[in-house]
Nanobody, 118 residues
Framework: QVQLVESGGGLVQPGGSLRLSCAASGFTFSSYTMYWYRQAPGKERELVAVITRSGGSTNSGDSVKGRFTISRDNTKNTVYMQMNSLKPEDTAVYYC???????????WGQGTQVTVSL
């Protein structure tokens, strides 16, 4: 059974930090490119960051560049996102996504809420 379980969300003040985790099971984690997406109320889902299968290459959206860092540990079947200097506009539900290169398999987690507010 394929599972992606996000954790680490919560309420944080502007300027604070959070570390999201996404634990994978039921598939060969190291064969999948991993993504973090987010969706704020009333907005479309937005790609936040991506990391290749080996972890050797990453990319992130302009709105989070320099503040968010994606990483993965293939020995633990887990992808992370370190979020620093959080802003109120980062408030959203954050989802992890696993996808094969050919997009033949595509799995989603249930999401974790991040709220940035005083």
């Amino acid at each position: 059974q394929v599972q992606l379980v996000e954790s680490g969300g919560g309420l944080v003040q502007p300027g604070g930090s959070l570390r999201l985790s996404c634990a994978a099971s039921g598939f060969t984690f190291s064969s999948y490119t991993m993504y973090w997406y987010r969706q704020a109320p009333g907005k479309e889902r937005e790609l936040v960051a991506v990391i290749t299968r080996s972890g050797g290459s990453t990319n992130s959206g302009d709105s989070v560049k320099g503040r968010f860092t994606i990483s993965r540990d293939n020995t633990k079947n887990t992808v992370y996102m370190q979020m620093n200097s959080l802003k109120p506009e980062d408030t959203a539900v954050y989802y992890c996504n696993a996808r094969t290169i050919a997009n033949t398999r595509n799995y989603w987690g249930q999401g974790t809420q991040v709220t940035v507010s005083l």
